[in-house]
């Protein structure tokens, strides 16, 4: 049995999760700009619940985006720091994957798939495509991508469930995209750090895992605001 760690700080969501064997306790707090001050707490919270130690950590995995760039890096600077420190693997998990996971089972059918989007501001999305897997998992239909959500390419003629910050933002947009009404949509679910986690487990299971320092952030873009021209052009 193995006493794994995840977090995920990539939206306004601040999330920590903790299995030990078989049990998963969680924390998780709706606080957009208070992540710096809510993560390491959570976890302090986790291990104590838990009675554990940092040091009993056999692992640790981490929301790597994409997502808010402060976020995204305060989560994977934390997850580094802490693995750094007890000499364990990094399992980094796409955060919009995370939030895949979190599309209720029961609104699939036989072509289903889900389509993840987190608002990124400026105008734009980030997406992925993700279908169920054998294993109750996710996994990717094609590359995630950040843009306007009018430009967005679907993969196939699916029937589609809906999840993230992006579908309240662009809901008129992403719905002219697809093929028939959502069999299910929430723009009000957010990456959580027990999906991170349960993506996670599969890898450290079979000896996965990164070194800290190759546990790397994914922001998709490298621009973080509009300059003043271009918000007078919008």
């Not at 003629?157 to 929430?186: C, H, I, K, M, Q």
């Not at 723009?187 to 986690?197: F, S």
């Not at 890898?203 to 800290?212: D, E």
């Amino acid at each position: 049995m193995s006493n794994l760690l995840a977090i995920d700080t990539a939206t306004e969501a601040c999330s920590a999760a903790l299995l030990v064997g078989d049990a998963l306790i969680e924390r998780r707090e709706l606080a957009p700009r208070r992540h710096a001050e809510l993560i390491l707490p959570m976890i302090e919270s986790l291990l104590a619940e838990a009675g554990i130690s940092r040091r009993q950590l056999d692992g640790i995995a981490v929301g790597r985006g994409p997502g808010a760039f402060t976020g995204v890096r305060l989560a994977i600077s934390i997850a580094q720091g802490l693995a750094l420190g007890l000499d364990l693997p990094v399992v980094p998990v796409s955060s919009l994957a995370a939030l895949a996971l979190d599309a209720p089972v029961e609104a699939e059918q036989g072509d289903s798939a889900i389509l993840a989007v987190i608002d990124a501001r400026m105008g734009e999305i980030y997406a992925g495509t993700f279908r169920r897997s054998v294993d109750g998992l996710v996994e990717a239909l094609g590359s995630e991508s950040v843009g306007h959500a009018d430009k967005l390419v679907l993969p196939g003629n699916r029937r589609w469930s809906v999840v993230g910050s992006g579908w309240d933002a662009y809901r008129e947009a992403l719905a002219a995209l697809l093929p028939a009404t959502p069999t299910f949509a929430d723009g009000a679910r957010y990456p959580q750090a027990r999906a991170v986690l349960r993506l996670a487990a599969p890898q450290f299971a079979s000896g996965g895992g990164v070194l800290p320092e190759a546990a790397l952030p994914v922001y998709l873009r490298d621009k973080v605001a509009l300059t003043l021209e271009e918000q007078r052009a919008r």
